[in-house]
């Protein structure tokens, strides 16, 4: 399953994306802010990205 990063401010909806793309068998990262998303760029190294 593709790697997905999340860049959401809003805590429930990064944690109900996060829970979501989980249950359907994605590895996925967190991010809420611009900066920390930038960051897990670099380090997750993502197939995609949703904002």
Known sequence: MP???IIE???AVRDGLLL???RQGHE???AATGEDGLEQLRTFRPEAVVL
């Open 20 to 22: 979501a793309l989980r």
């Open 3 to 5: 790697r997905v990063l």
């Open 9 to 11: 401010d809003d805590r």
């Open 28 to 30: 996925v990262a967190a």
